[in-house]
T-cell receptor, first 113, second 113 residues
Framework: SQTIHQWPATLVQPVGSPLSLECTVE??????LYWYRQAAGRGLQLLFY??????ISSEVPQNLSASRPQDRQFILSSKKLLLSDSGFYLC????????????FGPGTRLTVL | GENVEQHPSTLSVQEGDSAVIKCTYS??????FPWYKQELGKRPQLIID?????GEKKDQRIAVTLNKTAKHFSLHITETQPEDSAVYFC????????????FGQGTELSVKP
């Protein structure tokens, strides 16, 4: 069966520090992968999505970037965090073959101080 | 692009009553409509979904209806229980969008015992 992992689970970082969040999927190949951010008490904002290795589409211009170095690995990065980057970061996947059904990872809770 | 509006933002019901959450979408090309339940501090979980070739789908106490002409879809929960308390999100996507989901703003459902 398919499983999606995210780490770290929680992170507290100072303003101006770098960021790297990782997402990996098991049990499937060539998935579509997505990064969402959820601010406290708010909805889900799509940040990036990827349909294959090295293919990244950005939905919202900001100080974040994403990379997909391997088929089942998706990384969210920042060179300098802002206070407004605080939130719950969720990775999601969709089978690359035929389905629209999207499943979320457990998330990373980021607090920027 | 697609826009999804969700109402109400908060909903309080007595245990055993029914709850209805409504969403409207703007793009007539959208053809897949999932609903997610998110408990506090956890990832969104898919609870039911419907495709545009179906008008209604039911799974035990949960049902979703779709009106393509009016471009709206609704989540119905019958015989509500305290464990149904959570934030519910609707979403829409269209074929060829590579699984991109556009989410509604969320509805916080509270079921009072």
């Amino acid at each position: 069966s398919q499983t999606i992992h995210q780490w770290p689970a929680t992170l507290v970082q100072p303003v101006g520090s770098p960021l790297s969040l990782e997402c990996t999927v098991e049990g499937t190949s060539n998935p579509n992968l997505y990064w969402y951010r959820q601010a406290a008490g708010r909805g889900l904002q799509l940040l990036f999505y990827s349909v294959g290795i090295g293919q990244i589409s950005s939905e919202v211009p900001q100080n974040l970037s994403a990379s997909r170095p391997q088929d089942r690995q998706f990384i969210l990065s920042s060179k300098k965090l802002l206070l407004s980057d605080s939130g719950f970061y969720l990775c999601a996947w969709v089978s690359g073959i035929s389905t629209d059904t999207q499943y979320f990872g457990p998330g990373t809770r980021l607090t920027v101080l | 692009g697609e826009n999804v509006e969700q109402h109400p933002s908060t909903l309080s019901v007595q245990e055993g009553d029914s709850a209805v959450i409504k969403c409207t979408y703007s793009d007539s090309a959208s053809n897949y409509f999932p609903w997610y339940k998110q408990e506090l501090g956890k990832r969104p979980q898919l609870i039911i979904d419907i495709r545009s070739n179906v008008g209604e789908k039911k799974d035990q106490r949960i049902a979703v209806t779709l009106n393509k002409t009016a471009k709206h879809f609704s989540l119905h929960i019958t015989e509500t229980q305290p464990e149904d308390s959570a934030v519910y999100f609707c979403a829409a996507s269209q074929a060829g969008s590579r699984g991109k989901l556009i989410f509604g703003q969320g509805t916080e459902l509270s079921v009072k015992p």
